[in-house]
C-alpha cells in the first residue's frame, strides 16, 4: 500500500502560538490532498483540503500549503487554540481507496 | 439520514464468535467504506463499495473478515470465529460521489473479543 508520512507524530502549542504539521505522500497521481481532524470518541471530519493546482488555500485560521515537487502538503493552524487539541490526518489515494497517515496529536495549552 | 449510522456502538464477544456490524451510510451517498482504527493509530482501510459493487477488499486481515452491501445503502462487515486480535474500533464512512473526496465518518463500533 502506498504510504502517508506525517510529522512530528505529536506536537504541543501554546495557545496563541503556530500549529505546523506535515505530510509526506507517495502517489504522484493523487490529485487531492485533505487534512482530517478527530476529537477523542469521534471519527475523523474533513477540515481543510486542497488540489494541487494551487500551492496554498486558507480557511479562517486553517491553512493548507502544498510543495508538488517536494510530494508534500503541510497544515498550519494559526492563533492555535485548546478547542483545536485534537489528532490530526493526512491521506492519501491509492487505487480508488483513501489510506490515512498516522496522525499527529495536538495538544494546545491554554 | 443525517449522519452515517453504526450499530451497535459496542459489542463484546466471546472468542469464536462471529459478528456483524452494520453501517447506515448518508442517505445517497454512493460509495462507503470499511475501516478499523487501533487506539492511537490512524483509520486502516479495509474495504469499499460503490453502490452494490465491491470495489477493493485488499485491507480485509483475512478469510474471516467479509462485507456486503447487497442494495447499494445499509452495509454489514461480519468477522467470523473472532479473534482477541480483532478487538478494535470498526469505522464506517460514506461519500457521496465515487471520487472518495470528502468522507463522513460514523461514530464507529468499538468491538472487544474476550
Known amino acids: 500500500q502506498q504510504q502517508v508520512k506525517q510529522s512530528p507524530q505529536s506536537l504541543i502549542v501554546q495557545k496563541g502560538g503556530i500549529s505546523i504539521i506535515n505530510c509526506a505522500y507517495e502517489?504522484?497521481?493523487?490529485?487531492?490532498f485533505p487534512w482530517y481532524q478527530q476529537f477523542p470518541g469521534k471519527g475523523p471530519a474533513l477540515l481543510i483540503a486542497i488540489r494541487p493546482d494551487v500551492s496554498e488555500k486558507k480557511e479562517g485560521r486553517f491553512t493548507i500549503s502544498f510543495n508538488k515537487s517536494a510530494k508534500q502538503f503541510s497544515l498550519h493552524i494559526m492563533d492555535s487554540q485548546p478547542g483545536d487539541s485534537a489528532t490530526y490526518f493526512c491521506?492519501?489515494?491509492?487505487?480508488?481507496?483513501?489510506?490515512f497517515g498516522p496522525g499527529t496529536r495536538l495538544s494546545v495549552l491554554p | 439520514g443525517a449522519g452515517v449510522s453504526q450499530s451497535p456502538r459496542y459489542k463484546v464477544t466471546k472468542r469464536g464468535q462471529d459478528v456483524a456490524l452494520r453501517c447506515d451510510p448518508i442517505?445517497?451517498?454512493?460509495?462507503l467504506y470499511w475501516y478499523r482504527q487501533a487506539l492511537g493509530q490512524g483509520p486502516e482501510f479495509l474495504t469499499y463499495f460503490n453502490y452494490e459493487a465491491q470495489q477493493d477488499k485488499s485491507g480485509l486481515p483475512n478469510d474471516r473478515f467479509s462485507a456486503e452491501r447487497p442494495e447499494g445503502s445499509i452495509s454489514t462487515l461480519t468477522i467470523q470465529r473472532t479473534e482477541q486480535r480483532d478487538s478494535a474500533m470498526y469505522r464506517c464512512?460514506?461519500?457521496?460521489?465515487?471520487?472518495?473526496?470528502?468522507?463522513?465518518f460514523g461514530s464507529g463500533t468499538q468491538l472487544s473479543v474476550l
Open positions: 502517489n504522484t497521481a493523487f490529485d487531492y
Open positions: 464512512a460514506s461519500s457521496r460521489q465515487a471520487t472518495n473526496e470528502k468522507l463522513f
Open positions: 442517505s445517497g451517498h454512493v460509495s
Open positions: 491521506g492519501d489515494n491509492y487505487g480508488q481507496n483513501f489510506v
